[in-house]
């Protein structure tokens, strides 16, 4: 498992990508840049919304929470749906279960929904570095929207120099990905 460190939490409060309010424009924009490519949305307000502006996420990692609260039944209701994947993760951390289900669901032949004991709030990091180039990746940026990550080298470099940063030993936790 990785553990974020406390000094590290500054560097997830700057986007790691534009911010929509918009879940349309969003899907719009990741659309124009790569039409096969993998969806994965990482929060279930932001699985809710793009289900609901009609597109499922090809990969959805939810804990049924926003901002620590439960979330409301109708949430709840439309983010899980597909095939149900159940995985442990703790808050702060990124375990190599959440890892391993992220590169299953991604190869998976029908949208997956990983249903997170725990929080789900890191899983964007192990998400860029499992998906392929040219996927894009959602997440919440609390009280401004709906954050896209376009999955190129430079992302994934990103997310590699951050997760160096975590205690625990970062080889074997991203071992699935390597495989």
Known sequence: ???LPTALRAAFKEPFGPIYTEAEALLADASSEETNAPLVAVGDVVT??????????DVAVVDGKTKREAVGDEIRRA???GRLVEVT?????????????????LAADEPTTLLVEGEEDLA?????LAAPLGS???YGQPNEGMVRVTVDEAAKTEMR?????FDGDVDAVL???EA
Do not use: K
């Not at 375990?95 to 289900?101: E, N, Q, Y």
């Not at 964007?124 to 860029?128: D, E, I, S």
């Not at 120099?161 to 940063?165: C, F, K, P």
């Open 124 to 128: 964007t990091l192990p998400a860029v």
């Open 175 to 177: 071992a699935p990905i």
């Open 136 to 138: 894009t990746i959602v």
């Open 89 to 105: 993760n703790e808050p702060g951390t990124i375990s190599r279960d959440l890892v391993a289900a992220l590169v299953d669901a």
């Open 48 to 57: 809710f919304y793009l289900r609901r502006a009609g597109r499922a996420p």
């Open 1 to 3: 498992m990785l553990t």
């Open 161 to 165: 120099d951050l997760l160096s940063q």
């Open 79 to 81: 983010v899980e749906t």
